[in-house]
């Protein structure tokens, strides 16, 4: 037995391409922000920043675990992003795609976990596939939300309204870790 369990190099390798992933949709839900800002929604703006501030601590929880396992974090290029966007509901539709595709990739870091029978990465594994249903969820519930006023201007105004209201709270494992 070793006294110490290091990381895999297959983990390692999957979890330093998942701090990429998660600053890739940090920058696509910035571009919604500002293509929403550009469209004149301010709410649905704040909805998708808060969103942007969420991925960038995900990003963050990600470097901190491979910190914590004495594994080297290295960042790679961030690609480009799309700029502008049909509606509003055509955004919550990509934001529940991507949020689809995201679990994915979760859940196949779990996988490679599982495989390594590495229990502290399953466990901070556990935190995210947790994090992954509310995401998808929340994604649906915009759906329907934008779906139930569509063609109805005064209905996304109080919409939008509703979504400037949304705030941001640090999520947990961030929570104590200042
Ligand atoms: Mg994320």
Redesign the pocket.
């Known amino acids: 037995m070793e006294d110490k369990i290091m990381l895999s190099t297959k983990l390692h390798q999957a979890i330093n391409a998942q701090v990429n992933a998660?600053l890739w949709?940090a920058y696509l839900y910035l571009a919604m922000s500002l293509d929403a800002e550009a469209k004149g929604y301010k709410g649905v703006a704040n909805w998708f920043f808060v969103q942007f501030k969420?991925?960038q601590d995900?990003a963050r929880i990600f470097m901190n675990y491979l910190n914590s396992r004495d594994a080297k974090v290295e960042l790679l290029p961030i690609e480009a992003v799309p700029s502008t966007w049909d509606s509003v509901l055509d955004m919550f539709k990509q934001t529940l795609e991507h949020e689809k595709k995201?679990t994915a990739l979760i859940h196949n870091l779990a996988v490679i976990a599982n495989d390594d029978k590495d229990y502290a990465s399953i466990s901070r594994l556990n935190w995210f596939i947790d994090?992954q249903v509310e995401?998808e969820e929340s994604a649906r519930d915009m759906i329907a939300a934008t779906e139930a006023v569509e063609g109805n201007k005064y209905g996304m105004y109080m919409l939008d309204k509703e979504l400037a209201a949304r705030t941001y709270n640090t999520p947990s494992p961030l929570a104590t870790a200042e």
Request: no cysteine; aromatic share 0%.
């Open positions: 998660e949709s969420e991925e995900h995201v994090e995401e």
